[in-house]
């Protein structure tokens, strides 16, 4: 039940970041989304008694839930980006474009899911919110919601992970979180390439 | 019988009650000095003892439009659903009945609006027309989710069946399902992100705009109006997803439902304190973030079974 709850929380704040235009609430939306993801990874865990997955829980929340916010707000800040993100797919026509998405994942999943036992709902709801942060990274022209949308991605495929399979190797999910720090500092270095840009257009 | 008459006669006794609640939470967030709890009754008081004065362009209309405001609502408070296990009346109106009525009372509002021909009304009537056309259908698809995961299609009914069995199975579309209707909640009483209730200001009224020209009983008639239509949207989303408390005894069941409400009251006012207004041209967005949950909820219902 809490489960289902919380699932429901990661979609719901992955379709409210889609609708924002404010860099920082994006962020907020983000972490928001990274905290009902360590949150179910820990109720999971507790579930089936894996002691790695709640490790992976707590990590996820201190490194998704509230570094990689806080690192990406403060480089935003260091180098003044544009905190007005408007999207280009315009409002009217996403309120179209999501549910056509959600159906159309619900539907595709679901020969996934026949061959599966248990937990199928977690498997659609994951390819789902992957299509949906392909079309939050596609719909924004800057670097920092592009950025988010790779997240998210990233959060999608672990939610995927966590439910279907109960529990990937610990090390595959270090590995993971090794991966993205890696990303953070490459990320680092274009945005320090967009500030100086930005700086040379201003 | 005597528990659902006396619950609609405390609702109807802390309507104005709620309305003050969330001003005076928000001044005290903001630092002010509070305003009293009793403001609401005071208002009303003061109101029906100041001469009414109609403009002389005004025709009959004015002089009805306050009544039939406020019967419409009036109406739905004896359909909503029972506070207390066993109840002695549970009505069969389904989501139809209920928009419906609150379109009828919300067109008496525009044509009184309308009526007084100044400008202020027709633009507030215009902007009423535009917010409460998008509100509807978003409305009719959450009510009809809830109602399809109680498996029963009259609200009443289904607010007593989510009590006695709350869907543990379908936790997510229950929840896309609460936010849609909470974002209902806030545009149908002019809350503010779609239209701030406290100013009189020609770029941000909706609400206002409607009743500048009118004083007097009509005025105090017209506000009791708003306050029982939040107290409606109050208690049928205490009702519907916070359904919990009803088998206690009587007593103790109607003082859990008043609590809830004011637990609604307070996350309202707080949000009120920590957002800015909307731009009108982008009050369709928000409205379409809860058409969007409406539908979610039902897809992920009728598709996944969460």
């Given at each position: 039940m809490m489960v289902d709850f919380f699932i429901g929380l990661f979609l719901a704040s992955l379709i409210t970041a889609i609708f924002t235009t404010r860099l920082f609430r994006l962020l907020l939306w983000y972490s928001f989304n990274s905290l009902t993801l360590g949150i179910l990874a820990l109720l999971i865990g507790f579930k089936i008694d894996d002691g790695a997955m709640i490790i992976t829980g707590i990590v996820t929340i201190i490194i998704?839930?509230?570094?990689i916010p806080y690192f990406l707000k403060s480089f935003s800040q260091k180098f003044h980006f544009v905190r007005q993100i408007t999207p280009n797919v315009q409002t009217h026509h996403a309120i179209m474009l999501v549910p056509a998405i959600l159906v159309f994942t619900f539907y595709l999943s679901q020969p996934v899911t026949n061959?599966?036992?248990?937990?199928?709902n977690y498997v659609a709801v994951s390819i789902s919110s992957l299509f949906l942060s392909l079309m939050l990274m596609m719909e924004h022209k800057n670097v920092a919601p592009k950025i988010i949308g790779f997240l998210s991605i990233e959060n999608s495929l672990f939610l995927l992970g966590i439910t279907a399979t109960n529990g990937m190797p610990m090390l595959v999910e270090l590995g993971i979180f090794f991966d993205l720090l890696m990303a953070i500092i490459v990320i680092n270095l274009l945005f320090h390439r967009e500030g100086f840009q930005g700086a040379k257009d201003a | 019988m005597i528990a659902y008459i006396f619950t609609i006669v405390v609702l109807l006794l802390i309507a104005p009650l709620l309305l003050s609640f969330i001003k005076s939470l928000k001044m005290f967030l903001l630092f002010k000095r509070p305003a009293s709890l009793l403001q609401g009754y005071r208002n009303f008081s003061k109101l029906m003892h100041k001469e009414t004065i109609i403009s002389?362009?005004?025709?009959s209309i004015t002089r009805y439009a306050p009544f039939l405001v406020l019967s419409p609502l009036l109406v739905i408070m004896f359909f909503l659903p029972p506070v207390v296990h066993g109840a002695f009346y549970v009505s069969f109106v389904d989501a139809f009945t209920i928009t419906g009525l609150i379109a009828l009372s919300t067109f008496f509002l525009m044509l009184l609006g309308l009526d007084s021909a100044s400008a202020f009304g027709g633009m507030g009537s215009s902007r009423e027309a535009f917010i409460s056309a998008l509100v509807e259908p978003a409305m009719v698809l959450t009510v009809f989710s809830v109602s399809m995961m109680a498996g029963d299609l009259g609200v009443a009914q289904a607010a007593v069946n989510l009590s006695e069995h709350f869907p543990k199975e379908h936790m997510a579309s229950f929840l896309f399902a609460g936010i849609s209707f909470f974002i209902l909640l806030l545009a149908e009483n002019g809350r503010?992100?779609?239209?701030?209730?406290e100013t009189h200001l020609e770029l941000t009224m909706v609400h206002e705009a409607m009743i500048l020209d009118i004083t007097g009983v009509y005025l105090a008639i017209i506000e009791t109006a708003a306050s029982v239509k939040f107290v409606i949207f109050a208690s049928l989303f205490v009702s519907l997803?916070?359904?919990?408390?009803?088998?206690?005894s009587v007593p103790i069941a109607i003082a859990i439902f008043i609590v809830k409400l004011f637990a609604v009251a307070f996350v309202v006012g707080f949000l009120e304190v920590n957002m800015a207004k909307l731009r009108l041209f982008k009050v369709p967005n928000l409205l379409g973030i809860a058409i969007v949950f409406a539908f979610l909820s039902l897809i992920t219902f009728y598709v996944l079974g969460a």
């Open positions: 998704k839930a509230v570094a061959m599966m036992s248990g937990n199928t | 002389k362009e005004a025709s503010i992100p779609i239209d701030n209730p997803f916070i359904p919990f408390g009803l088998q206690f």
